[in-house]
């Protein structure tokens, strides 16, 4: 079965420092996808980036990468140089082409950015 | 014009009232989809429509009724609600591209109270 775990439900992080959340998946299909979105307090859920499985390179998208590790079945989202406005609920999810692209979400974690 | 929007934002209902919710996406896109999000659980897909047509319907209970007049309008009409059905609902769209994974891209969700 599919599973997304992010082990971290809160986080406290002093702003303008960089920022790992922690997400693994368990999948046995070999086509997939790896998403991690924001939602902040207002209810949206923002996309930020995505890494397809067969993908060789970490995604990246301004200051946030993905630290792709296939081997360990690990998406972390990193987030560099971290913003007041980074405070939100952050979400891992994943989709693969043998479940008709339904994504599937972890838990989230809630990060804090302090001043 | 925002990608995906939803109305109304915010609504409250009884449990005897009949109520539905509006998604619009402007994104040219050919998917659907019907989540629904409550307190500390994670995001529960609900109903996935694919070129106007339902290709899921996640054990959803009948007082939950989709509909998809066209690729860019999608709606959940409500009735006879319970209390545990209070929580945002959000929509999401995708190309919806058979065989490949695709981005949902998400509206800002309507948060629903049933009293």
């Known amino acids: 079965a599919q599973k997304i775990t992010q082990t971290q439900p809160g986080m406290f992080v002093q702003e303008k420092e960089a920022v790992t959340l922690d997400c693994t998946y368990d999948?046995?299909?070999?086509?997939?996808?790896l998403f991690w979105y924001k939602q902040p307090s207002s209810g949206e859920m923002i996309f930020l980036i995505y890494?397809?499985?067969?993908?060789?390179q970490n995604a990246t998208e301004g200051r946030y990468s993905l630290n792709f590790q296939k081997a360990r079945k690990s998406a972390n989202l990193v987030i560099s140089a971290s913003q007041l406005g980074d405070s939100a609920m952050y979400f891992c999810a994943m989709s693969s082409r043998n479940r008709d692209d339904k994504i599937i979400f972890g838990k989230g974690t809630r990060l804090h950015i302090l001043p | 014009e925002t990608g995906v929007t939803q109305t109304p934002r915010h609504l409250v209902m009884g449990m005897t009232n009949k109520k539905s919710l509006k998604c619009e996406q402007h994104?040219?896109?050919?998917?659907m989809y019907w989540y629904k999000q409550s307190a500390k659980k994670p995001l529960e897909l609900m109903f996935v429509y694919n070129f106007k047509e339902q290709t899921e319907n996640n054990s959803v209970p009948s007082r939950f009724s989709p509909e998809c007049p066209n690729s860019s309008h999608l709606f959940l009409h409500l009735h006879t609600l319970q209390p545990e059905d209070s929580a945002l609902y959000l929509c999401a769209s995708s190309q919806g591209s058979s065989g490949s994974t695709d981005t949902q891209y998400f509206g800002p969700g309507t948060r629903l109270t049933v009293l």
């Open positions: 994104l040219g896109h050919n998917a």
């Open positions: 999948t046995s299909d070999p086509s997939y996808g």
């Open positions: 890494q397809g499985s067969y993908d060789q």
